[in-house]
Structures are given as structure tokens and as C-alpha cells.
């Protein structure tokens, strides 16, 4: 059995999160709040499999609650959800510890898909967020051994100048090997090349394509 703590800006949303996983009977929800605060002090306390934690908080909200899980040093494991969720902010919480990247459009299923995958111990990632990462399958051997090195520094989440620097080059030189990495990938974007690296190390799991 896997134990979730909600934390969410409407209660009514708590409330209906509660009714659709009372069927899915290997989940059970120890604590729901609408508090971040209140949310790590259950976490903290309960050490659930889950927390999950509603965008509306804001980044910085968010991105503190990840910290804070971090340092309590408990198994839990955060998922981020939203009603709308852009590619560079899903990236953001995956590099800062975040396990699982979903909707609240979502259908029911694919919602107890992500909780599931990260209660087993795996990164998720909706794949309405994640489209055009499979043209990248297969292309790191195209790329020189400079290039790879400075794909690996954007896949950490490194800026242009902290790259230059690891590197010991010039932040322009920085720039002309992305614009390389781009062409032969085909990704557009760094936050692109982050969420493909992922999937090619086996960090992210591919969710399910939905066929209704």
C-alpha cells in the first residue's frame, strides 16, 4: 500500500482527489492540505510514499518544498501537477529533485499511472509535456566529444557561462556548440536536450499514450 500526502490550493480539488482514488485501493491518502507548510509538517511527521504538490503554489513555492524534501532526507517522493505546465518548468522540477511532471486535465488513468511509477521509485513524465524528445533517440554518437560535454552541463541545468567556465572556453563557443547539438538532434531548446537526456539514461519513464 502506498500513502500520499495532498497538498493543494482548493480544497474541493483535495476533496475529489480523495473520491477518485478510494478505487485504486493500493494508494491511501494519510494527510491533504492546503498549505505548503502544513503539507512538509505531515511529510515530515508521516513520511509518505508521495507528496503531491499543486503548481499553483508558484515556482519558487514549489521549488522550496523540493528543497525542503531534500533535506529532510525521507523516501517520499514529490509530484508536481498543474493546470498548465510548460516544458522549462517541468525541467526545473525535475533538476531540482521533483519524480513525477503532471496535468491536472490529465485523464483519472494517467494520474494513478504517474502516482504509481513514482511510489515504485521512478521519474515521470506526462507525455503531452514531453513531446519531441523521441527524435533525439539515438543521436548522442552524431555529436563530437565537446559537444557531448556540453550537452551533459545543459542536462545538469548549468547556464551558458557556468558551462564556459567547466569547460575552460568562451561563452560564445558555448553558444556555437549548441547551435551544433540543435541541428544534429533536431531538439529545439535547451530545456529539449535536458528532458532527452533523461529519457536516454532511464531517469524519465515513458508514460502510456492514452488510445480513447
Request: with cysteine; aromatic share 4%; net charge neutral.
Amino acid at each position: 500500500m502506498h500513502t500520499l500526502v495532498i497538498c493543494d490550493t482548493e480544497p474541493v480539488a483535495i476533496e475529489g482527489l480523495r473520491k477518485v482514488l478510494e478505487p485504486a485501493d493500493d494508494f491511501n491518502v494519510v494527510a491533504a492540505e492546503s498549505s505548503l507548510p502544513e503539507a512538509m509538517e505531515a511529510t515530515r511527521a508521516l513520511a509518505p510514499s508521495v507528496l503531491l504538490v499543486d503548481k499553483a503554489y508558484g515556482i519558487q513555492g514549489v521549488m522550496d518544498c523540493l528543497r525542503e524534501l531534500r533535506e529532510a532526507d525521507i523516501s517520499t517522493s514529490a509530484v508536481v501537477w498543474g493546470a498548465a505546465l510548460s516544458e522549462a518548468e517541468s525541467v526545473r522540477f525535475l533538476q531540482a529533485g521533483c519524480a513525477g511532471i503532471v496535468r491536472k486535465t490529465a485523464p483519472l488513468s494517467t494520474l494513478i499511472q504517474c502516482l504509481r511509477s513514482v511510489a515504485s521509485g521512478a521519474t515521470w513524465m506526462e507525455q503531452e509535456v514531453t513531446r519531441g524528445w523521441e527524435r533525439a533517440a539515438g543521436t548522442r554518437c552524431a555529436l563530437t566529444a565537446r559537444e557531448l560535454q556540453v550537452r551533459e552541463l545543459v542536462e545538469r541545468g548549468m547556464k551558458n557561462k557556468d558551462i564556459a567556465k567547466a569547460l575552460g572556453i568562451q561563452t560564445g563557443t558555448v553558444k556555437i556548440h549548441l547551435k551544433h547539438i540543435f541541428e544534429k538532434t533536431g531538439i529545439h531548446g535547451r530545456y529539449g536536450l535536458a528532458l532527452s537526456g533523461l529519457k536516454e539514461k532511464g531517469l524519465l519513464a515513458q508514460p502510456v499514450l492514452e488510445t480513447a
